[in-house]
């Protein structure tokens, strides 16, 4: 399943080229513009290399991007089900690394010919002799004679090497969770509830699996932390609920003395996948709904659940995916999963909500009194750094809140980077998470 998502995304993107012709000369003039800066960054890194050298190392560019084309357009017509899970993986990490790298490679260079193109303007402005293509190539006086163009196309190829091989070694890290441990601070929280236990999982995507071992050890983790409770904030599968089967077993294993409690993620509607009728997909969503009843999970759909000890109230709310992002869909209701709470002296509310871009457009504006928000959704790109002195991934531009414990005033988010991952098999510097929180 996880081999799918290449061809889905594909597919995505080659219908409307197809549809507009418009659309398709601006592909193919992006893709002609990667490769012509692609080859320059070869043929001038190689430029001083033996006749024989340049001739088998531009072969095998070209090879490589032939291929790389080859799979984008016809890799949903491959029965990739049937493949070794070790081959499928590093197909899928090599495929999506030369993207990548050939994307990088293009940037660095097509930066370094912006560069030119402002002084061969600016002196051209100032009378000064237009730029020769020896003075545009001048020698760095940090490396005798290497060429300005030279060091540009190896520093491209040095990129591109780096991220490539990230890609690849990143699949080893697919299985490597991670538990992370945090207090939160909750104003007027009762002291029966005080240090209470939470575990948060988020964004399985069962269907990327193929490691049913690897995966077990994971809930052994979770199930080494004798959690209170347990909360899943939704995307059990990446389109089909059938795609949870092979693993129920596993997922079942999880227990807690509050009970484990889960929402539906974007993810889990099957939005993404072509359904031969809308009552076909309408059965994949109840099916997925039985699943996790069958593994013990209290699905909780627009709703709240009130836990009681010594007579002091917490509550709990979870609500179907809710995006502020265009794209996503907003099948969440909060007025309904908050009904009847306003009429109680309930001190502590807790929200689960997949999509944490809905924390800032309507949880902190319309209910200040919910002090915990649980989100997932971003998977931290699968890509960046994690630090405790430094956060970095290409999917903060994209969403403010994107990993980790974020506060405003007294209300808090956290952000669970994921227990799966889903298109490329692996994660380079976000590793799969477990996170315990603690209330304080």
Not at 99 to 122: C, F, N, P, Q
Request: proline share 5%.
């Amino acid at each position: 399943m996880l081999f799918k998502v290449i061809p889905a995304i594909t597919v995505v993107f080659l219908q409307p080229m197809f549809k507009h012709p418009g659309v398709l000369l601006i592909v193919l003039s992006v893709l002609v513009l990667i490769e012509y800066y692609c080859f320059t960054a070869i043929n001038t890194a190689f430029r001083s290399a033996s006749g024989l050298t340049r001739i088998i190392i531009i072969s095998l560019y070209l090879l490589v991007s032939i291929a790389v084309f080859y799979t984008a357009f016809s890799i949903r017509h491959w029965e990739t089900s049937t493949w070794n899970p070790t081959v499928r993986t590093l197909v899928i990490a090599l495929f999506m690394g030369i993207v990548v790298a050939k994307l990088l490679m293009t940037l660095i260079m097509g930066v370094d010919d912006l560069r030119r193109l402002i002084v061969w303007i600016s002196r051209k402005a100032t009378s000064t002799p237009a730029l020769t293509a020896d003075a545009s190539r001048e020698v760095l006086p940090v490396s005798e004679g290497i060429t300005r163009s030279r060091f540009i196309a190896r520093s491209a190829l040095l990129v591109g090497g780096l991220v490539l091989g990230g890609f690849v070694w990143g699949t080893r890290n697919k299985y490597r969770y991670q538990i992370k441990r945090v207090r939160v601070p909750i104003p007027g929280l009762p002291d029966a509830f005080k240090g209470l236990r939470i575990v948060q999982i988020s964004d399985i995507h069962s269907g990327s699996f193929d490691d049913p071992e690897a995966v077990k050890h994971g809930i052994d983790l979770v199930m080494g932390e004798k959690a209170d409770l347990i909360l899943f904030t939704g995307d059990l599968v990446n389109d089909r609920a059938s795609e949870v089967v092979p693993y129920r077993d596993i997922f079942s294993r999880l227990k807690a003395p509050m009970g484990v409690y889960s929402i539906l993620g974007n993810h889990d509607y099957g939005d993404y996948v072509q359904w031969e009728s809308d009552e076909a997909k309408k059965q994949n969503l109840e099916r997925l709904k039985q699943h996790h009843a069958e593994m013990g999970w209290k699905l909780m759909m627009n709703e709240h659940k009130i836990f009681e000890r010594n007579g002091a109230k917490i509550a709990l709310l979870g609500i179907e995916n809710w995006g502020a992002k265009a794209r996503f869909p907003k099948y969440g209701d909060m007025s309904k999963a908050y009904a009847g709470l306003e009429q109680q002296d309930i001190p502590v509310k807790i929200l689960m909500s997949h999509d944490p871009s809905h924390w800032d457009a309507e949880v902190r504006k319309s209910y200040p009194d919910i002090q915990l928000t649980l989100s997932g959704h971003t998977h931290g790109m699968q890509f960046g750094v994690l630090l405790p002195w430094m956060k970095w991934s290409p999917v903060k531009y994209v969403y403010k809140q994107w990993a980790g414990l974020y506060t405003e005033k007294q209300q808090h988010l956290y952000v669970n980077v994921g227990y799966g991952f889903l298109g490329y098999p692996g994660r380079l510097g976000i590793l799969p998470e477990i996170t315990v929180l603690e209330l304080v």
